[in-house]
C-alpha cells in the first residue's frame, strides 16, 4: 500500500465517521503525524493531499523544516519552555499547552516575532500518570489566566489523547467528555479565545473521537507505516 492509497481509505473512514454523526468530512482536518519519517515520505503525503503535519519534537521540526514542501506545521508532543523560541515561527499551532509557565514563554517569543500563536490546551482527561496535559478542572484558572496576561495567544481548542485500549469503543467515554468541555468553553467571548478545534483521535481510535465530536484527528502509523524508534537514539 503507498501512501497515496493509505490516505484515501483514511479519508473515506474520516468520511463514514463524520457523516454518522451529522457532519462533512470537510468539517474534519486530518493532520499526518511524522514523526521518526523522513521528508521524502512526507512530501509524498503533501503530495497526496496532506495539508498539515504534526511532530512531537522541536529537533525533528528544525531536521526536516526545509526540506518538506509548503505545509502547516503542528507541535503536538509536550514542549520545553527553552525549545519554544526555536519554533515560534516555523508552527501554525501548538496542540499540548499545558501550564501557564509555558504559555508564558510562548506568549514572551510570540510577542518578539510579532504574531499571535494559535495554541490548543491538552487535557488530561482520563488522569493517566503517564501522559502530560491537565487536570479538567484547572482549565478554567489556565484560560483565565492567558486570556489575562497573554494577548499574543490565541485559543483554539482542546487537545486530548485517550488511553490505548485494545478496542477503541472503550476510548468512546473519554472523547465524549472531550466534547463536554469543548462545547463548555466555546461559551467563553474574549479576543483571545476562539474554539474552532478539538483534537482527539490518533491511528487506533479516530473514527470514535470523530463520531463524538472531534474535528481534528492527529493520524501517523495508519498513514506511513509503523515507526522505527531505533531512529531516536541517534
Ligand atoms: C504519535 C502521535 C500521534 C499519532 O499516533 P499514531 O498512533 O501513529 O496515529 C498522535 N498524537 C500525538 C500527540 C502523537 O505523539
Known amino acids: 500500500m503507498s501512501i497515496q492509497d493509505n490516505i484515501n481509505i483514511i479519508n473515506n473512514r474520516i468520511k463514514s465517521a463524520a457523516e454518522k454523526r451529522g457532519a462533512s468530512p470537510k468539517d474534519v482536518l486530518l493532520i499526518a503525524v511524522t514523526k ?7 512530501n509524498q503525503a503533501i503530495d497526496s493531499g496532506i495539508t498539515d503535519i504534526g511532530e512531537n519534537k522541536v529537533q525533528e521540526i ?3 523544516y526545509e526540506k518538506v514542501k509548503p505545509v502547516r506545521w503542528h507541535l503536538i508532543g509536550h514542549l520545553q ?20 509557565r509555558l504559555a508564558e514563554e510562548i506568549e514572551k517569543r510570540a510577542e518578539a516575532a510579532g504574531i499571535v500563536m494559535d495554541i490548543l490546551l491538552q487535557v ?44 477503541p469503543e472503550d476510548a468512546r467515554p473519554v472523547f465524549a467528555r472531550g466534547k463536554e468541555l ?26 470514535v473521537a470523530i463520531e463524538e465530536g472531534g474535528n481534528c484527528v492527529r493520524v501517523g502509523t495508519a498513514i506511513f507505516g509503523n515507526r522505527d524508534y531505533r531512529r531516536e537514539e541517534k
Open 182 to 207: 469543548f462545547e463548555e468553553y466555546s461559551q467563553i467571548k474574549h479576543e483571545g479565545i476562539d474554539f474552532e478545534y478539538l483534537s482527539m483521535g490518533m491511528s487506533g481510535d479516530f473514527e
Open 124 to 167: 488530561n482527561i482520563a488522569e493517566e500518570e503517564s501522559k502530560f496535559g491537565i487536570k479538567e478542572e484547572d482549565l478554567p484558572e489556565l484560560i483565565e489566566e492567558i486570556l489575562a496576561k497573554c494577548p499574543h495567544i490565541r485559543i483554539k481548542g482542546l487537545m486530548t489523547i485517550a488511553p490505548f485500549f485494545d478496542d
Open 36 to 42: 521518526l519519517h523522513d521528508p521524502e515520505e512526507i
Open 81 to 100: 519552555r527553552n525549545k519554544v523560541k526555536y519554533i515560534i515561527d516555523k508552527v501554525s499551532m501548538i496542540h499540548s499547552v499545558d501550564s501557564f
Open 62 to 64: 528544525l531536521d526536516k
